[in-house]
């Protein structure tokens, strides 16, 4: 065997040996795996190569399989009898989906997106992604290559789809920190903030991709966590949906070169972070949006023209991922120095994991070869052809005439051992807060205080660094209202030009609940992100949804626990709604530990739920400022004694134990209603009530729209009694909305939602005053728009 | 009578062709996306358009400087066919970055009257970082001013068009402005010049110029993108009396007088 590649000693590796191997390397395979490992080769008679070892590890690794989602697991809840899941993944996620078996859904967890159908000629693919530990060490290169990677699984999806949209939700520690809290290692938030952000902005604007919808949120758990989602829609011809290898296709790699920049990435994302982390620069990728950019102009020709049969991104685990995946139904033959590389000095390892950005494999039929090549000229991006597909059903992969690695495709894709793991949900009981009508009867301090607060509080700064214009699509911006300075609450584009039907894309993540129950919070964030598809005219009908997940460390008891907690909610809300999870992904193990105190620290868990919406016709839209004086302000849906993990207990220092409870057959019946209400043109504006509740959505419109309102708490539909008007005003109860109707459609509004709680509670008024009379009749807020929104708009305002 | 031909140049970093593409299309003409490498090879003619539009976008990466790459690239290796299209008064547009390309190559604001015998391209002034120093996407007002220019021949004398760049402070040297004034170069000035209606710091609040002729036009904010009313960030704000028969947009008026302007002239 040539001197560049090693054989690893595993055969008569003991256990101790084999944790060395794996933790050195860092192959972050469990004892199990490695066993498993040595056991296969062991029958072969041989040591596995540094190549075979390495293309296992990262095959196997928690960010390219999703184990912990996939493991048998033993869970206790309360200390009841334990349940046994088998897989959170087939149970509660892909489960759901089927069940609701949507005939729009034309791929779903199988590519590299989900597709669904959008018009006769068009599908719509998209998916979202983390790259939360790349952006803890280098928040630039890591969450541009965040939004880099995921924009190229649209492109890798079915033969390619055009990148239509961007959507990005960050998670960062409290951006006043001071530095003498920092953990040990970390990057202050502050700074995480500013070089993520000006990741996303310069890839994406780059690429020509409007990113159009997004949030910020900030706990200081996030601090040595910071969490960067990353989502991409594409728009693919329908007839390009699938793909498939043929024996003899060639191996294409098409753009970047190969450098020694992110290897170990799929492994090190499956892994916790510590106070040394941040010296593991090469683990995180260089991006070059314009080299993408590139990549996309020749493919969607080269696509169109049907020159290859299959495609995928390098991703986590580059070439040994991207071949691997592609060649296992038929096997693939791969000669590693055929790769165009950066510069030289790579062993083989080294050229086959690579996380280089910006580049694709496609498996392209020989007499395809000179009509592509040309295409690549012209387009100027290099293509390089590394091998052939086989009928092998082996992997094996060549250096300079030597085969460095083969494996079995069977082994590589389904010998991993199905881990059983253990979970345990402990339901927490926190301090309470009582109303304080008790102490005061003004709370416009307190409403400033929500608008302050830097999770509800605008993002405009960061807003207009990206381009939501670009490919002249959107049709309701991120920013509305009379000084489009409005929080829209969701974004809608006409992907192709001149067509009146629209795609919405909204979010909902609300990791507060989880201190309450991570079932509540998973909930919520559906309910929300639906609510946000609804508030600006889509409908439940046509809405799939996404999942993100990110989560502790998956091996401890409690944090699985509450990812089953969070998982049962997946199942039970999408399957009460009727909207299928069309893709999603899991980021586990974002926990930090000091390694000389031993200190642990572990995010909030986190879901992420995106939704994406077809609408017939985008001019039934409607946007959450208020329009016009005189014209009404009613609350849709009932509100109820819900403050556990809101805003409004988190401002004066309380958790609390009622988180927002999912009603959803209430929130179904609630949301179809005022859809139609809104697609019939009853509606002037929506918006829904989240962070902050009533109160803040009610300053929003009123200040995004320019007029003032005046209010009065009395005719607010509850589910409960309620008579504080604090928690009148800002319970976070789901499904509500606040919407704004005409006088002359006074009658037809209230016909229609007859059978929803609705409340008529006040009117938008000709002048900049804003009051609100409490249930008791004395105003409990007075002020002026200019006042909320300078509250408002203050604190993240640069 | 065929439609005018419109040449949409590409290259690495382009990223508004495809609405270019459209709002020509719109307009009336016929359309071709050309990469610059096609023009250089000789695959494609210049002489067989009427019209050349180089859209938005970070051509090769904005590196160095946005427009920069490629104005030396079309300077150097498209010398005489670009010389031979303006010398035939045929229209040329640069949206955002191509603007920032006429800029750098010299064809705007152009050559000076003074030095019209000898002919040569150089850049007499530039888009600068935004004072803001960051990119920034927003709809900006724009006053039409009285100019040559046959792009906006009887448009509004107010527009709202976005622009979403991080260099588009235009700024020249005393003498180049003044002569810009005289010769009424300037095509759109932002409504005002504050932060944030002038959106960069401009120079005289300068957001689009034209040659002497009229017939090359460079402009910062994207008409590209308002080709219809729903993509007016107020339209949900409109009632039915405000609301006009039209469902144009008012961007795709400057696609459509540079058309209608090849039909009177050139076909």
Same mark, same amino acid.
């Given at each position: ?22 933790? *050195? ?48 697991? #033993?869970?206790? *809840? ?38 669904? *159908? ?6 719509? +693919? ?82 020509? &991709? ?10 200081? #758990? ?40 992110? &290897? ?56 040994? %991922? ?37 580049? =694709? ?11 592509? =090549? ?44 199905? /881990?059983?793991?253990?979970? +345990? ?7 309470? =807060? ?40 959107? +049709? ?16 809608? +584009? ?25 079932? @509540? ?81 572990? &995010? ?131 499904? #509500? ?62 | ?8 140049? #590409? ?79 045929? /229209? ?9 390309? @006429? ?23 530039? @888009? ?18 009285? %100019? /040559? ?30 002569? @810009? ?87």
């Amino acid at each position: 065997m040539s001197s560049t590649v090693k054989e690893i000693e595993i055969l008569n590796a003991d256990d101790a040996e084999l944790m060395r191997i794996s933790r *050195e390397g860092t192959l972050s395979l469990n004892l199990n795996e490695m066993k498993t490992i040595q056991t296969h080769f062991g029958a072969l008679g041989r040591n596995p190569t540094d190549v075979e070892i390495e293309t296992i590890a990262q095959t196997w690794s928690e960010h390219c399989v999703h184990k912990t989602f996939k493991s048998i697991i #033993r869970y206790s *809840e309360d200390g009841k009898a334990p349940e046994q899941i088998d897989g959170l993944f087939p149970t509660y996620i892909q489960r759901a989906t089927e069940e609701i078996a949507k005939p729009w859904c034309v791929s779903v967890f199988s590519d590299n997106a989900g597709i669904i *159908e959008f018009d006769d000629t068009f599908n719509l +693919v998209f998916k979202v992604e983390t790259h939360n530990h790349p952006s803890a060490i280098e928040p630039y290169g890591g969450a541009g290559t965040g939004i880099g990677g995921v924009i190229r699984d649209s492109l890798g999806t079915g033969l390619g789809a055009k990148p239509i949209l961007n959507t990005d939700v960050f998670c960062f520690g409290m951006p006043d920190t001071p530095y003498a809290q920092l953990p040990k290692g970390t990057l202050h938030p502050k700074r995480v903030f500013k070089g993520v952000v000006a990741g996303v902005r310069d890839y994406g604007n780059r690429m020509g &991709i409007p990113t159009a919808n997004g949030a910020i949120l900030f706990d200081a #758990r996030y601090t040595a966590n910071p969490l960067v989602f990353c989502g991409n829609v594409g728009l693919i011809p329908r007839n390009r949906c699938e793909k498939s290898v043929e024996p003899g296709d060639l191996v294409v790699s098409i753009g970047g070169q190969t450098g020694r920049d992110g &290897i170990h990435g799929a492994t090190f994302s499956s892994a916790e972070l510590d106070d040394t982390s941040e010296s593991l620069g090469s683990v995180v990728q260089i991006g070059n949006p314009i080299m993408e950019k590139k990549i996309v102009d020749a493919l969607l020709q080269a696509r169109d023209r049907n020159l290859y049969r299959s495609i995928t991104d390098c991703g986590a685990g580059g070439f040994s %991922s991207a071949v691997g995946e592609m060649g296992e139904p038929v096997g693939a033959e791969v000669h590693l120095e055929r790769v165009s590389l950066k510069y030289e000095g790579l062993a083989p390892w080294e050229i086959w994991l690579s996380e280089a950005q910006e580049r =694709m494999v496609i498996a392209v039929p020989p007499e395809n070869l000179p009509e592509l =090549m040309e295409i690549c000229e012209a387009e100027v991006v290099e293509a390089t052809v590394l091998g052939t597909f086989t009928d092998t059903r082996r992997l094996q992969v060549f250096y300079e005439g030597e085969i460095v690695a083969d494996l079995e495709m069977e082994f590589l894709h389904h010998g991993l051992p199905k /881990p059983v793991k253990q979970a +345990v949900w402990q339901s927490p009981k926190h301090p309470e =807060m009582a109303s304080r009508d008790a102490a005061t009867r003004d709370y416009t301090d307190d409403l400033k205080a929500l608008l302050a607060s830097p999770n509800i509080a605008s993002k405009e700064s960061v807003i207009r660094q990206y381009d939501h214009e670009v490919q002249g699509s959107i +049709v309701i911006n991120p920013l509305v209202g009379v000084a489009n300075d409005g929080p829209s609450d969701a974004c809608v +584009v006409t992907p192709v030009l001149g067509s009146r039907k629209g795609v919405i894309v909204a979010n909902g993540i609300n990791p507060k609940y989880s201190d309450v129950d991570p079932y @509540l919070s998973a909930a919520a964030a559906i309910d929300e992100a639906l609510r946000n598809i609804v508030a600006v005219g889509g409908s439940l009908e046509k809405t799939a949804l996404l999942d993100n997940f990110c989560w502790g460390n998956p091996d401890k008891p409690d944090r699985l626990g509450e990812l089953v907690r969070a998982a049962k909610a997946c199942y039970d809300i999408a399957t009460a709604y009727g909207t299928p999870y069309i893709s999603g992904k899991d980021s586990l193990y974002n926990e930090y530990r000091d390694t000389t105190t031993g200190e642990q620290r572990a &995010i909030p868990s986190t879901l992420l739920i995106s939704a994406i919406c077809v609408i017939p016709d985008i001019r039934n839209a409607v946007t959450m400022d208020v329009k016009v004086p005189g014209n009404l302000i009613y609350v849709v849906g009932n509100t109820y004694a819900e403050l556990g993990g809101s805003h409004y207990f988190g401002i004066h220092g309380f958790i609390g134990n009622n988180a927002p409870a999912i009603r959803p057959d209430e929130g179904k019946l609630t949301m179809e209603r005022l859809s139609a209400a809104i697609n019939s043109g009853l509606v002037r504006s929506c918006h829904d009530c989240s962070e902050g509740g009533i109160g803040v959505a009610v300053a929003e419109m009123a200040f995004a729209g320019g007029y003032g309102m005046a209010l009065n708490l009395d005719n607010i539909p509850t589910g409960d009694e309620i008579t504080a008007d604090d928690y009148l005003l800002f319970s976070e109860s789901n499904s #509500r909305f606040i919407v704004e109707i005409e006088l002359q459609h006074r009658d037809a509004f209230e016909n229609h939602m007859a059978d929803v709680p609705t409340g008529y509670f006040g009117t938008v008024i000709d002048a900049p005053d804003f009051t609100i009379k409490g249930k008791a009749g004395h105003t409990i807020i007075e002020t002026s728009i200019d006042a909320l929104k300078f509250a408002w708009q203050t604190p993240l305002h640069s | 009578m065929t439609e005018p031909k419109v040449l949409i140049l #590409r290259t690495a970093g382009t990223n508004c062709d495809a609405e270019t593409d459209t709002a020509f299309r719109l307009a009336g003409a016929e359309t071709a996306l050309v990469h610059i490498q096609n023009v250089i090879s000789g695959k494609v003619n210049l002489t067989d358009y009427q019209i050349l539009a180089i859209p938005g976008g970070f051509s090769y990466g904005d590196d160095i400087a946005a427009g920069i790459l490629l104005a030396i690239e079309m300077k150097h290796k498209l010398t005489d066919a670009l010389h031979q299209f303006v010398a035939d008064g045929k /229209p040329v547009i640069g949206i955002c970055n191509g603007f920032q390309v @006429l800029v750098r190559t010299g064809l705007l604001p152009g050559i000076p009257a003074s030095n019209s015998d000898a002919p040569e391209l150089v850049q007499r002034s530039t @888009l600068a970082m935004n004072t803001s120093a960051r990119f920034e996407c927003r709809w900006v007002d724009l006053e039409t001013q009285e %100019s /040559p220019c046959v792009f906006t021949k009887g448009i509004k004398p107010r527009v709202y068009l976005p622009v979403a760049h991080a260099e588009g402070r235009f700024t020249a040297p005393a003498d180049v402005l003044a002569e @810009l004034e005289t010769n009424n170069q300037v095509v759109f000035r932002y409504a005002e010049s504050e932060y944030p209606s002038n959106p960069n710091g401009s120079d005289a609040d300068i957001a689009g110029i034209c040659d002497t002729t009229g017939r090359i036009f460079g402009l910062m904010p994207h008409p590209e993108r308002f080709l219809t009313k729903w993509n007016h960030p107020h339209w949900t704000r409109l009632t039915d009396t405000q609301d006009t028969d039209t469902e144009e947009g008012d961007g795709l008026a400057i696609f459509k007088n540079a058309v209608n302007y090849v039909k009177a002239n050139l076909l």
